[in-house]
């Protein structure tokens, strides 16, 4: 479960902005279900500052997998010591 504290950290500590999906990877493992553990690469679009890539890794729900396909806008939270971790918010 380290994903998953590494996750709940940057929510607490994050920022919180929007992000397109440039990639989904299905890893090929599903959680709780039918919901699989994906990498997804966003480009995340701060408000006062350069736009920015980063991965985020996680279980997706299965119906939710249509809303992180390329081109799609989510809101997500960034770690702003280590830009390349970032974390979706729901």
């Not at 992000?19 to 959680?31: D, L, S, W």
């Not at 997804?40 to 890539?53: H, K, V």
């Amino acid at each position: 479960m380290e994903m998953q504290q590494e996750n709940d950290r940057i929510k607490t500590v994050g920022i919180y902005c929007k992000a397109i999906v440039t990639k989904f990877t299905n890893m090929g493992v599903n959680v709780n279900g039918n919901n699989p553990l994906a990498t997804i690469e966003i480009q995340i679009l701060p408000d006062y500052e350069p736009a920015f890539s980063a991965t985020v890794k996680g279980a997706i729900k299965e119906s939710s997998v249509p809303l992180y396909q390329p081109g799609k806008e989510i809101f997500v939270k960034y770690d702003p010591n280590d830009k390349k971790k970032a974390a979706i918010v729901h």
